[in-house]
């Protein structure tokens, strides 16, 4: 089994920056792909960013590429999310994922583990 655990979230003016963090413990070995997905009241959540874990090639949403940028450090079994110029309509509960099986993935449905999620709130 697998367990994450993201932390980071908060309240941010919009223009500012956060950093995301997801803890990965229990067997890590048998991750291939991890990601961030965001869910808003009412709406489904939707993908965000995802990242090899072997190789850190990573993807984007077209909504947050060129100012969040994920990246992990296998050797602390730790994903991040830095986000830069933040937008009110970034605010959203912001979920870790991740999947064993190969190839990239923006389905959340192919995704095996999840987090409990962190609340980010951007004021405009």
Not at 14 to 27: H, I, K, M, P, Q
Not at 49 to 60: K, V
Request: glycine share 10%.
């Amino acid at each position: 089994q697998v367990q994450l655990v993201e932390s980071g979230g908060g309240l941010v003016q919009a223009g500012g920056s956060l950093r995301l963090s997801c803890a990965v413990s229990g067997r890590t070995s048998s991750i291939a792909h991890m990601g961030w997905f965001r869910q808003t009241p009412g709406k489904e959540r939707e993908f965000v960013a995802a990242i090899t874990r072997s190789s850190g090639n990573s993807y984007y949403a077209d909504s947050v590429k060129g100012r969040f940028t994920i990246s992990r450090d296998n050797a602390k079994n730790t994903m991040y999310l830095q986000m830069n110029s933040l937008k009110s309509e970034d605010t959203a509960v912001y979920y870790c994922a991740a999947k064993r099986a190969w190839g990239t993935s923006v389905a959340e449905n192919e995704y095996n583990y999840w987090g409990q999620g962190t609340q980010v709130t951007v004021s405009s």
